[in-house]
């Protein structure tokens, strides 16, 4: 039996769970029309963002649906809290192998419980056939955007929570590494529900001078700072807070998986000296790993001896 057509697919799955809660702040008109008419904040910046998600790549292809859409909106929240951005609007591209009821049912339930729980409306989007891929565009808004390009010579580098479970929940999800019990649980948590770090963010915004989300691991994300600020990095990789689950699953390699794992979420920023009593106040779980340098690249030091990664981190091309 053939599933519900585009318009009803549009109008079943996703229009009618979100009526409910539209107009929302700033939404004129949301979906349903040739484009979604919004009016944006006074006195704010728009921060918008967009990422693709790919089945087998971003994902595996098999996995639930609720848990799929879980993940591809949160990882797209997580732009905007590390811009420090307030979430307000987002539009949906779907593209599917074939139009199945049930799997649209779970990824439909995901994507709207994640969006209440963040308080971000939908006002529009696409469906089309083809492989499975979900691209998302999240728009925020921000008084005080948090760049990567404010960093100084002598900033310290820290990092929030730790480093390493989603990476090292891969194998675990995939049937490659066989686990516990609380490891399955810890896996399918930093895989699928990973948190947008809205609130610390909301908190360092003045002392932080630069930052961004850990999306490919931190080596390669932490050199987007050093490029965007023209300096370089020194790390003290001892210091980096790895997790739990990256120990349990490979002792001998949860250090690299912290550093060039990618996919926790978490917050890599850059703090002046004269704000670092102001951050340890506020009693945030957050850790110095480094110092911004003058010059280029990033030198790792582990316990005062040279380390070098095997790779930097995600690649996409």
Known sequence: MAGPGEFELIREYFASRF???APGAGVELGIGDDCAL?????????????????????FPAQADPYRIASRALRVNLSDLAAMNATPLWFT?????????????EGFARGIADTAHLFDIALVGGDTTKGPLSITIQVTGASEQPLRRDGAGAGDSVFVSNTLGAASAALPILLGEYRAGEAQ???????FYFPQPQFELVQKLAGYA???????????????????ASHLGAQLELEKVPVAELARS?????????AVTGGDDYQLCFTVPERHLDAVAQLDLPVTAIGRMSAGSG??????GAPWQAGHAGYRHF
């Not at 919004?38 to 971003?58: E, I, M, N, R, Y």
């Not at 990033?298 to 316990?303: G, L, P």
Request: proline letters at 5%; one cysteine or more; glycine letters at 6%.
């Open 19 to 21: 009526q409910a809660n």
């Open 38 to 58: 919004l009016t944006p904040p006074a006195g704010k910046f728009l921060a918008t963002s967009v990422d693709t998600l790919v089945a087998g790549v971003h």
């Open 92 to 104: 949906l591209a779907l593209t599917l192998p074939e139009s199945n009821a049930e799997w649209l």
């Open 184 to 190: 399955k649980q810890q896996a399918e948590e930093a």
């Open 209 to 227: 001078s630069a930052g961004l989300d850990i999306s490919d691991g931190l080596l390669a994300d932490l050199g987007h700072i050093c490029n």
């Open 249 to 257: 699953v490979n002792p001998a390699t949860a250090l690299e998986t």
């Open 298 to 303: 990033i030198q790792c030091r582990f316990n």
